[in-house]
DNA sequence: TGAAGTTTTTTATAGACAGCATGTC
DNA sequence: CTATAAAAAACTTCA
């Protein structure tokens, strides 16, 4: 199909991307147009990646803005979000507009209500669902990228109960779904009343083989030598020979050590075949990457940089990790080992695709398993840059020639799996659930049984009741904690209700109609079940808050009454260790040896933590309870100013997980504050502090100084040693020692100015001796030697407790 | 006896969304 | 119940 045949897009769209070199549609996008995709049609479209999944969105949204509607992207990750918006942001110049709203990007709701497409991440969506956002009913469109994620255990039921509202609320909605080629795209399909489009065709060649011996077989038959030489290992192999004819490939391993290791030792294959001109922009990198963060991960990351090689994890930070996909998409770096997180991640793509490790550990699984066929399809599909690469080749290795054969078989050959729904599990539920009585989607047990009916799950399941079950036993659980209120309706039974539920009373008791046999008891029962129907729900102020606040209610119920135990005011490290204990917080694992090491940390600091410890009996409460003191421990740290080095080593963690960390509790102490505020906590304050203090990473005594514009931890400590306790003053304070104290006149000048000072000027000053003003607290010492002692007396890793 | 080299045992294991109100070194 | 690499420990070798 040719771009002129599209119809209902905006004026100047069909120049715009034959602009971007693009005439003709791909099959797959044709297909998906054919299926009224520009007419508002829903669909589904299981497509392998890269083949233009994104046109087929951007022609629904497009084609829903010229109707004079307003489009909706979600996407599963935020650096997908800042992905597409750029994308999305070249439509300006035929006058649609694009807004972005994830948990860290800035936006306000009026903001987002003047931009005809909105990309979000799906937990946003469902904050704004939850919070009445009014330009959601809006939407014309939807798009939900990456859908079979509805699978995720985690994440997987906030998309599909997030779809599940957006089409309630819009009944008229165009729902566009875009997923990985899956086992069952006409479950998905049916579930939204949508076309399918289900295709393995790709834009360029994939060719997928195993390399056993000397030899890469693909699976149409051909054979490629590929001898390995001396000692050296497959993947190198694999990486030089393709590195010869100029392609760049990646290496998919099973954890972050192994994608170190591996980005070591392919750093010699890739330094080979550098030239000097690339050779000192690597240098260049490995420099931005060290400066971004002083942790022996980055010195790593950069040593492997400088010779063209680089590995990828969540432990990088995520100036690092872009920093390295930049450079991998520019051809400057030549190879990556990464864990799955590149698979799902950004568009990286490579003309080798090397699949090292295809089994995971998996301590539900006893031990190590495979991974899914759809997780290695996905990694597969990363191969082939399209009009750059002429084919894409996807690797896996084997040792045997049993386990090459297993290896075709499996997934070579093999179809992906089914995306099932995981929104019975109990944590999903229960969030679910209060949210959905919180926001009035369901005012009645059998209005929210309705809207469950409405998800893919229902549609799914075999297991009559289940559902119904469960939802009761987390009712239960929302009702105990004071979440939620119900009421039985009044013992006549058949009467209409409350009125504000009259209008879901209609469609709430169809299946009465047949009960009505010559046998009372089951005419009771029906009436019985009939009235348990009509009980009616609803969110008490604390639901209605621990909604709005997106955390989990059992979150929110730890917190609560831990507050609610606090006899005196709590610590930082009783507060830390609370949040940590909640199921929002990723869990830090106790690696061995530190159950001991923390259990006399817990020993000496019991009486800060907040509610009853699980007896030491109860081993795997109790070692919960430490795992959270652990990461309470981490937070009091970076509370006190302890340097990121020093935590990263103690912790063994990388710099992304110390951000990571800081952010969660962050974001829970937040709401930890609401919370407090709700329950008229006398704690409010101490719980405000804390928060502060984790935000910026300081004590108690630098949180005014940081408050200033430019002053952060390191900045404001040094300040502070210097005499300057507080931002005023930073306007009386001597120029000399600022500078001095600041380095950098411009930095002095830009923060005396945050300050409010009326002449930031720093034109002719000279820095002043440091020592001279450090009479405040008869410590003479620069805040540089006050670090670097600190950094000294904590190296001693075996003790953490004394200090 | 002790440094250096080799084999065996032990150990540990992926990922990352959200509130709110503005900005690190 | 499954794997694998790296680190640590145990053991061997040789001057």
Same mark, same amino acid.
Not at 164 to 187: C, I, W, Y
């Given at each position: 199909?040719?771009l ?5 897009? !905006?004026?100047g ?10 005439e ?6 044709a297909?998906?147009?054919?299926a009224?995709?520009t007419d ?6 299981? @497509?392998p990646?890269?083949?233009? /999944? ?5 022609? =629904? ?10 489009a ?13 918006k750029?994308?999305f942001?070249a439509?300006?110049e035929f006058? @649609? ?17 003047t931009?005809?497409?909105?990309v979000?991440?799906?937990?946003? @969506? %469902?904050?704004?669902?939850r ?10 469109c939807?798009?939900?990228?990456e ?9 997987g ?5 997030t779809l ?16 990985? &080629?899956v ?18 065709w ?5 060719q ?13 038959? =051909?054979?490629?030598?590929?001898p390995?030489?001396?000692s050296?290992?497959q993947?190198a ?11 760049s490939s990646?290496v ?14 392919l750093?010699q294959v890739?330094?080979?075949?550098i ?7 690597l240098?260049d990198l ?10 022996e ?7 492997c ?12 930070s995520s100036?690092?990790r ?5 450079a ?7 190879v ?5 997180t ?14 090292r490790?295809?089994?995971r550990?998996?301590?539900?699984a006893g ?9 290695v399809h ?5 191969a082939?840059?399209p ?10 290795l ?7 054969e ?12 089914p995306?099932? *729904?995981k929104?019975?599990a109990? !944590? ?12 009035g ?6 209005g ?5 009916e409405a998800?893919?799950?229902a ?9 119904? *079950?469960?939802?009761?036993?987390v009712?239960?659980y929302?009702e105990r904690?004071d979440?939620?209120e119900?009421?039985? !309706? ?6 209409s209700?409350s009125p504000?539920?009259?209008e879901?009373?209609?469609?709430g008791d169809?299946?009465d ?5 010559p046998f #009372?008891s089951?005419a009771?029962l029906?009436e019985?079940?009939?009235a348990?129907?009509?009980? #009616?729900?609803?969110a008490?102020?604390l ?6 606040l997106?955390l ?5 119920a ?5 507050l609610?135990?606090?006899?005196e005011r ?11 204990r ?5 869990e ?16 000496e ?5 907040l ?5 030491e ?8 309870w430490l795992?959270a003191?652990?990461?309470g421990?981490l937070?009091?740290d970076?509370?006190? +100013?302890? +340097?990121?080095e ?5 912790? /063994?963690?990388?710099p992304? $997980?110390l951000r ?11 709401a ?7 329950? %008229?906590?006398?704690? &409010? ?6 928060r ?6 300081v004590?108690e005594?630098l ?5 200033v514009g430019?002053?952060g ?12 306790e ?5 306007r009386t304070? $001597?120029k ?6 600041l ?5 002095a ?8 000072r ?7 000053? +000279? !820095?002043?001796g440091i020592?001279?003003?450090?009479a405040?607290?008869?410590d003479?010492?620069?805040?540089? /030697?006050?670090?670097?002692?600190? &950094?000294e007396?904590?190296?001693s890793?075996s003790?953490l407790?004394?200090?």
């Amino acid at each position: 199909m040719n771009l002129e045949e599209l119809t209902g897009l !905006p004026p100047g769209a069909t120049d715009h991307f034959r602009g971007e070199g693009i005439e003709e549609l791909y099959p797959p996008q044709a297909e998906a147009v054919e299926a009224g995709a520009t007419d508002g049609e829903n669909l589904v479209a299981a @497509v392998p990646t890269a083949s233009g /999944k994104t046109m087929i969105a951007a022609l =629904s949204m497009l084609s829903a803005v010229q109707r004079g509607g307003k489009a909706l992207y979600i996407v599963p990750l935020r650096a997908l979000a800042s992905e597409k918006k750029e994308e999305f942001e070249a439509y300006e110049e035929f006058g @649609v507009t694009t807004g972005v709203t994830t948990g860290n990007y800035e936006s306000t709701d009026d903001w987002l209500a003047t931009k005809d497409i909105i990309v979000a991440t799906s937990e946003k @969506v %469902d904050s704004l669902v939850r919070n009445g956002a009014d330009w959601l009913s809006e939407l014309t469109c939807v798009v939900s990228d990456e859908v079979h994620l509805i699978d995720d255990r985690n994440r997987g039921p906030t998309l599909e109960v997030t779809l599940a509202k957006l089409r309630q609320l819009n009944p008229g909605m165009q729902v566009v779904a875009l997923s990985a &080629t899956v086992g069952n795209a006409d479950e998905i399909a049916d579930w939204l009343d949508a076309a399918l489009v289900d295709t393995d065709w790709r834009p360029i060649d994939l060719q997928m083989g195993v390399h056993y011996g000397n030899a890469l077989n693909f699976d149409d038959g =051909s054979t490629r030598e590929v001898p390995v030489e001396g000692s050296e290992k497959q993947e190198a192999a694999l990486v030089r020979d393709i590195l010869q004819e100029g392609g760049s490939s990646l290496v998919f391993v099973n954890s972050r050590r192994n994608a170190e290791g591996a980005a070591k030792r392919l750093g010699q294959v890739s330094s080979r075949e550098i030239t000097e001109d690339e050779r000192a922009e690597l240098a260049d990198l490995a420099d931005d990457i060290r400066d971004d963060s002083d942790t022996e991960t980055s010195a790593d990351l950069a040593d492997c940089v400088e010779r063209g090689a680089a590995f990828h994890h969540a432990g990088l930070s995520s100036t690092q990790r872009s920093l390295v996909e930049d450079a991998f998409r520019d051809r400057l770096l030549k190879v990556i080992s990464a864990t799955p997180t590149l698979a799902a991640g950004v568009n990286t793509p490579a003309r080798r695709v090397i699949v090292r490790d295809w089994r995971r550990f998996d301590p539900s699984a006893g031990g190590m398993a495979p991974l899914d066929v759809l997780e290695v399809h996905q990694m597969m599909g990363r191969a082939g840059r399209p009009g750059l690469d002429p084919y894409g080749e996807a690797v896996l290795l084997a040792k045997s020639h049993d386990e090459s054969e297993e290896l075709f078989d499996r997934y070579i050959w093999a179809d992906p799996e089914p995306v099932r *729904s995981k929104l019975a599990a109990e !944590p999903a539920l229960r969030t679910h659930v209060l949210a959905t009585i919180a926001s009035g989607f369901a005012r009645t047990r059998g209005g929210l049984l309705e809207f469950l009916e409405a998800t893919l799950y229902a549609s799914q399941s075999s297991e009559a009741g289940r559902l119904e *079950s469960v939802t009761d036993d987390v009712l239960d659980y929302l009702e105990r904690n004071d979440f939620i209120e119900r009421e039985a !309706p009044r013992a006549s039974g058949r009467s209409s209700g409350s009125p504000r539920e009259r209008e879901r009373d209609s469609s709430g008791d169809e299946a009465d109609g047949s009960n009505d046999g010559p046998f #009372t008891s089951a005419a009771d029962l029906a009436e019985q079940q009939a009235a348990k129907r009509e009980e #009616t729900l609803e969110a008490t102020s604390l639901g209605h808050t621990v909604s709005r606040l997106y955390l989990d209610p059992m979150s929110a119920a730890e917190i609560v009454h831990g507050l609610e135990r606090a006899d005196e005011r709590p610590t930082a490290l009783g507060l830390y260790q609370l949040v940590s204990r909640t199921p929002d917080m990723y869990e830090l694992y106790l690696r061995s040896g530190e159950d001991e090491q923390f259990g006399e940390l817990f020993y000496e600091r019991e009486a800060e933590l907040l509610g009853d410890a699980p007896s030491e009996y109860e081993e795997d409460r109790f070692e919960d309870w430490l795992a959270a003191l652990k990461t309470g421990k981490l937070l009091e740290d970076w509370a006190e +100013e302890t +340097e990121e080095e020093t935590i990263t080593d103690r912790y /063994k963690i990388g710099p992304g $997980d110390l951000r990571g960390k800081v952010d969660t509790a962050e974001w829970l102490l937040g709401a930890a504050e609401s919370l407090a505020a709700e329950i %008229d906590s006398e704690w &409010t304050v101490a719980v405000r502090e804390a928060r502060a203090r984790v935000e910026h990473g300081v004590g108690e005594e630098l949180l005014e100084l940081v408050s200033v514009g430019g002053v952060g931890r390191k900045r404001a400590r040094r300040l502070h040693d210097a005499g300057i306790e507080e931002p005023a003053d930073l306007r009386t304070a $001597d120029k000399g020692v600022v500078l001095s104290v600041l380095k950098g006149e411009k930095t002095a000048e830009n923060i005396l100015e945050n300050a409010g000072r009326e002449d930031p000027s720093m034109d002719g000053v +000279e !820095p002043a001796g440091i020592d001279v003003d450090g009479a405040d607290t008869g410590d003479s010492n620069s805040g540089d /030697k006050a670090a670097a002692a600190q &950094t000294e007396s904590d190296d001693s890793q075996s003790s953490l407790g004394d200090f």
